[in-house]
T-cell receptor, first 118, second 113 residues
Framework: AQKITQTQPGMFVQEKEAVTLDCTYD???????LFWYKQPSSGEMIFLIY??????QNATEGRYSLNFQKARKSANLVISASQLGDSAMYFC???????????????FGKGTLLTVNP | NAGVTQTPKFRVLKTGQSMTLLCAQD?????MYWYRQDPGMGLRLIHY???????AKGEVPDGYNVSRLKKQNFLLGLESAAPSQTSVYFC????????????FGPGTRLTVT
């Protein structure tokens, strides 16, 4: 079964600095996808970035980038130039493709609470 | 586009009562999902649907039932609520292709006393 591990329950960063949120995963699938979501205190889930297992380049979306190290099974989120509005819970998730290949469920990690200090 | 909407936003139930949570999406997505979020647990999949008329069990299905009679709607039912079902419930939907993210609704906060 797929498993996502986020080892940092909480992280602190100074405004304008970069921060890395860790995510490791465990899967026996050759084809999989990794997602990062942001959940601010208001509660909604906001999609940030996606990385496919066969993508040769690390994904980037504005200030977000994904440091994908396939051999280490890690998919860390890097936020550059942190802003106060980045304070939120961040979840790493992996797409689960069952043996039939027809289901695309997400398995979530437990999250990392990021606090950006002014 | 309203995206994914959930009704109600908040609800308090007494143990043993029943209720239905409604999820609606206007993006013509094939896949729909129900998750629950508990403190320190992340999101866990309850049930999901890969198309109209189909449903399947997720990680934590006990005590819940679902129906997908229309493509745009996915209902989550609690037949006899228990305090352990106090949680925040999120509905999500996605396109058929695996590369696409899931779009989430705003959540329903349910308290069972």
């Amino acid at each position: 079964a797929q498993k996502i591990t986020q080892t940092q329950p909480g992280m602190f960063v100074q405004e304008k600095e970069a921060v890395t949120l860790d995510c490791t995963y465990d899967t026996s699938d050759q084809s999989y996808g990794l997602f990062w979501y942001k959940q601010p205190s208001s509660g909604e889930m906001i999609f940030l970035i996606y990385q496919g297992s066969y993508d040769e380049q690390n994904a980037t979306e504005g200030r977000y980038s994904l440091n994908f190290q396939k051999a280490r099974k890690s998919a860390n989120l890097v936020i550059s130039a942190s802003q106060l509005g980045d304070s939120a819970m961040y979840f790493c998730a992996m797409r689960d493709v069952n043996s039939g290949g027809s289901n695309y469920k997400l398995t979530f990690g437990k999250g990392t609470l990021l606090t950006v200090n002014p | 586009n309203a995206g994914v909407t959930q009704t109600p936003k908040f609800r308090v139930l007494k143990t043993g009562q029943s209720m239905t949570l409604l999820c609606a999406q206007d993006m013509n997505h094939e896949y729909m999902y129900w998750y629950r979020q508990d403190p320190g647990m992340g999101l866990r999949l309850i049930h999901y649907s890969v198309g109209e008329g189909t449903t399947a069990k997720g990680e934590v299905p006990d005590g819940y039932n679902v129906s997908r009679l229309k493509k745009q709607n996915f209902l989550l039912g609690l037949e006899s609520a228990a305090p352990s079902q106090t949680s925040v419930y999120f509905c999500a939907s996605s396109y058929l292709a695996e590369d696409y993210e899931q779009y989430f609704g705003p959540g329903t906060r349910l308290t069972v006393t």
